[in-house]
């Protein structure tokens, strides 16, 4: 069986880690090394990291204590680099603030990237405490440049419990193969966080890659824990500006300029109708940023 590397970013991240390695305790495949890049380190945090490794008996893990807010995608870069150096096969993306159930999950989704040789993987996402959807595979709409994910919001039932091959989803939880790492590299830092995923899942469906749905898998998502809700003005800058990035990087003309009205349309609206003094100045930023200080470059490489 593959070795496995899981890699996961910590920010202020306390209350969600006893969920986070109880999931991971009752797994029945326990070839993996857990790579916890920790943008918020603290005492605190790194006794609640010892005391619960030891507790559920996390069979190896690396605490990588960074200076300051590095941000999610240069977090997982120090992750995907560290799984890869030690000669892991693959590598799984997942968020802490999650919670899963199923012992067999993390084989599962092993056995299916080996056996039937897909390079990306992944399960079924729901909203914590509920059997709502979060994301049951998805796809990118282009003219918009922005992405869908299925069954949003919806119930579970048999509509998503059918596993197959989709355009998008995000990497909130998602085994990725090497291979796909030394075709496309790694994720884009400049994104800091929101759209590092969207890019880094665009390129790798452009340069010829799939993604599959494994659909009776099933984790448990808290989301927006760390980064203060949909509503926050660090939401509404860091969305808004990396969605720019991500269009002037990666599409031509004519979807471009298609891609690039919808935003400034669509967002224009919610600037004169919807926000606040607080957040038409965060959008203004974010805008502006996106715009004429974000130069389209690449991505880091092993």
């Known amino acids: 069986?593959?070795?496995?590397?899981?890699?996961?970013?910590?920010?202020?991240?306390?209350?969600?880690?006893?969920?986070?390695?109880?999931?991971?305790?009752?797994?029945?495949?326990?070839?993996?090394?857990?790579?916890?890049?920790?943008?918020?380190?603290?005492?605190?945090?790194?006794?609640?990291?010892?005391?619960?490794?030891?507790?559920?008996?996390?069979?190896?893990?690396?605490?990588?204590?960074?200076?300051?807010?590095?941000?999610?995608?240069?977090?997982?870069?120090?992750?995907?680099?560290?799984?890869?150096?030690?000669?892991?096969?693959?590598?799984?993306?997942?968020?802490?603030?999650?919670?899963?159930?199923?012992?067999?999950?993390?084989?599962?989704?092993?056995?299916?990237?080996?056996?039937?040789?897909?390079?990306?993987?992944?399960?079924?996402?729901?909203?914590?405490?509920?059997?709502?959807?979060?994301?049951?595979?998805?796809?990118?709409?282009?003219?918009?440049?922005?992405?869908?994910?299925?069954?949003?919001?919806?119930?579970?039932?048999?509509?998503?419990?059918?596993s197959g091959h989709f355009d998008y989803a995000p990497t909130g939880f998602m085994l990725i193969s090497r291979k796909v790492f030394e075709a496309i590299g790694y994720m884009d830092e400049k994104y800091f966080v929101y759209w590092d995923d969207d890019d880094f899942v665009y390129r790798a469906i452009t340069h010829g890659f799939k993604l599959y749905f494994l659909a009776h898998l099933e984790i448990f998502h808290k989301a927006s824990f760390s980064t203060g809700g949909h509503e926050s003005l660090f939401y509404v800058y860091q969305l808004n500006r990396n969605r720019l990035y991500f269009i002037r990087k990666n599409f031509k003309f004519p979807l471009k300029q298609v891609a690039l009205g919808h935003a400034l349309l669509t967002k224009g609206i919610q600037y004169l109708f919807y926000y606040d003094k607080e957040r038409r100045k965060a959008l203004k930023k974010a805008f502006y940023d996106g715009f004429f200080k974000m130069p389209v470059g690449t991505e880091a490489k092993g």
């Open 1 to 162: 069986m593959a070795i496995l590397g899981l890699v996961t970013v910590l920010y202020n991240s306390d209350d969600v880690l006893d969920d986070f390695f109880r999931s991971l305790s009752v797994q029945n495949f326990t070839d993996y090394h857990l790579y916890m890049i920790d943008n918020s380190p603290s005492e605190k945090t790194d006794e609640i990291v010892k005391r619960l490794a030891k507790k559920y008996a996390i069979p190896a893990y690396t605490h990588v204590k960074n200076e300051g807010n590095f941000g999610v995608a240069k977090g997982n870069n120090q992750g995907i680099r560290l799984s890869l150096e030690a000669g892991c096969d693959y590598v799984i993306l997942l968020n802490n603030d999650i919670e899963f159930k199923q012992p067999f999950l993390l084989h599962d989704l092993v056995t299916c990237a080996v056996e039937q040789k897909e390079e990306i993987v992944f399960p079924k996402v729901m909203y914590y405490g509920t059997r709502k959807i979060q994301v049951a595979g998805g796809k990118f709409i282009l003219y918009k440049g922005t992405t869908i994910g299925f069954g949003l919001y919806e119930q579970d039932s048999e509509r998503y419990s059918k």
